[in-house]
């Protein structure tokens, strides 16, 4: 195929529609669809989190979420169909803040963008998040620092230079 | 002068607020621009000492993160981002 | 945590309700789901694909299924909560004939959890198709051959020993 | 005597039916299980000729896949499972 399949890229407060996620996802041709959703974990580096508050930028950001995607499309296939969103705001235990959709013609392609994808999320996307801990504490976790080479049209050096894990 | 967007753990010195500003009349580097940054918060909330932070992060507009070895011209918005924690 | 988390494991011809198995899997306490579904795909081997029907030993199958589970949660967490669907008779192309749900602690065990799912299902479990192409034929599929070694209590060496895809 | 449920591939040779039955009355091993398939298949079908298939084939009851070392008793029901192809 020579047209890239559709991207579907959003920060934004809602929360995530399972339905949606899919309903964008599923294509006709394709024989695999992996689905990603990341949750809001009851106890972190040992201590009991009652709540997240996602802190993002959001235009960047989303920029960043289609970089991503395309070069997923690029490394496992034009036509592969990718749904990508991060919430942003307060969110209870056990809420999702991050989901991905992944469909492709074989399943190798399916679970490799997709696991991709969460990883550069990770380190690339301009995202931060701040727990609420059961003592009323609040703490902006560490994070990765944002690669800050010049990296236009240069994806495989990017991915070298600043450690992208790949 | 540039209005400088502040995010995640940087929120925590403005109370309120979203931005602090840096003020230059010409462009001026990266590097330049997070001592500005640094100063400028300094100044807003005296117990701001996380100088790390600041050279840990990078400087962004809407589009793109500049790289260091880009300019800074007066006049428009940029945002400085920590270090990264999504998913 | 030392008791296993809740597995659903289920051979039948109804159609895959992503939303039952999105409820089944989630949990609480973990941070990662991953879903897989695999669906009918239109061409195959270069052929034009119709329909596929879906022929299983279903007694049999569902009990492997929740071996390979059991065996996933051995290997990435004992807590996994794992949720397993394959459809037999006729589907349609596009159609999804098998769902797979991971939820887990970590994404690292959700990814892998659901892989080795899907590879052992490909290789272990009592299910053939035959495939119905444009031109009126059909044909069974060719397979891989089931392993018939002993291997009560001995996962690690049947992995080995029947080149399970790990 | 065996009743020998059919899957896959052998259903193609007998129609309708989902068994055959084979015939022997004491305890017989799995590689002559397969050769009583195989002249079953034959009788109930002489088109049959994929020997093949069944040698590539595993016996199984509803409760776990036969070793090559076990036996069969008469009486019950088996089934012969071709290489599987499922997902």
Known sequence: MSEYGEVFCCIAEGPLDPEAIFQFTQQMQHGAQNYFFGAVREVNLGKTVMAVSYDAYAPLGEKILREIAREAQDHWGKDLRIYVQHRVGQLAVGEVSVGIGVSSLHRDESYMASRFIIEQIKIRAPIWKKEHYEDGETEWLKGHALCQHRHKEKTQEIKHSCAAHL | ?87
């Open chain 2, 1 to 87: 002068m540039t209005r400088v967007r502040l995010f995640g753990a940087f929120r925590k010195y403005v109370g309120n607020d979203t931005h602090i500003v840096i003020d230059h009349s010409s462009e001026i580097t990266v590097g330049e621009v997070k001592q500005l940054i640094g100063q400028a918060l300094r100044k807003r909330n005296p117990q701001f000492e996380d100088d790390q932070l600041v050279l840990d992060s990078a400087i962004a507009n809407d589009e793109s993160i500049y790289s260091s070895h880009d300019l800074v011209v007066p006049g428009g918005e940029i945002a400085i981002l920590p270090p990264v924690c999504g998913g």
